[in-house]
């Protein structure tokens, strides 16, 4: 599942102050094309990470589409809520066509990992219809609330905090949650943000059926105990 790209405002030069257009021309210098593609080719960009190369990413969007097009990828970017990716194109369903290797190579999530996953993006959407803060964080103990319901009952408490902290590192590592610093109190449980890039892998559609979803989950941690 996903999003379509959202497609950033076009920069009248005439309306830009003085002091605008020099920053703008000082993050293409110090971000070519080269730099944009092989940033994107690694992981996710995120405007809150790095403010030069996401506005360097802003001014070339047009110029890393046509690039990317001939890997066959395409560029995703959302400037509202401030991330990017690249998305591998689907394969011809043309027997005669040939298959291109994927530069976006394709990660199995576990059954476990898909629920936290869901149970996330579920939380992400109620936060956004409370029209609070525009950051959700959650501390492990709230996570590990998301998933007791679907536990066995008597589940070890010790058992299902390592679970969720094996899981949520493991999203770290996918890019969709980010581990925040401790204040430096080694009895303070860590805290994690939940990245807003989480809406564009699980859609609208896909969380209308959701209920649906976790029917089976629960069917399946049913056949499983």
Request: glycine residues 4%.
């Given at each position: ?14 309306q ?19 730099s ?41 970017l959302?400037?509202?809520e ?58 492990r ?7 007791r ?7 070890n ?7 969720v ?19 430096g ?39 499983s105990?």
């Amino acid at each position: 599942p996903g999003t379509s790209p959202a497609q950033a405002a076009p920069r009248q030069a005439s309306q830009a102050s003085p002091s605008q257009a020099s920053a703008s021309q000082a993050s293409q210098a110090s971000h070519d094309l080269t730099s944009l593609v092989i940033a994107l080719l690694k992981s996710v960009l995120y405007r809150d990470d790095d403010a030069a190369l996401w506005e360097a990413l802003l001014n070339l969007q047009a110029r890393v589409r046509d690039y990317v097009a001939v890997l066959a990828l395409d560029l995703v970017l959302d400037e509202a809520e401030g991330y990017a990716f690249l998305r591998a194109r689907p394969q011809s369903d043309d027997d005669d066509a040939p298959k291109l290797p994927r530069l976006v190579p394709r990660r199995p999530l576990s059954f476990q990992l898909s629920l936290l996953l869901a149970l996330l993006r579920k939380k992400l959407a109620e936060f956004d219809a409370s029209g609070g803060d525009t950051r959700l964080i959650l501390s492990r103990e709230a996570v590990a609330e998301l998933v007791r319901v679907f536990m066995p009952a008597g589940s070890n408490e010790s058992r299902l905090m390592d679970l969720v902290e094996t899981q949520l590192n493991k999203i770290v590592e996918l890019g969709f949650v980010r581990k925040l610093k401790s204040s430096g109190n080694r009895a303070q449980s860590p805290s994690y943000e939940v990245r807003r890039i989480l809406k564009a892998f699980v859609d609208a559609q896909w969380l209308g059926e959701f209920d649906q979803r976790l029917a089976s989950y629960q069917a399946h941690l049913g056949s499983s105990t």
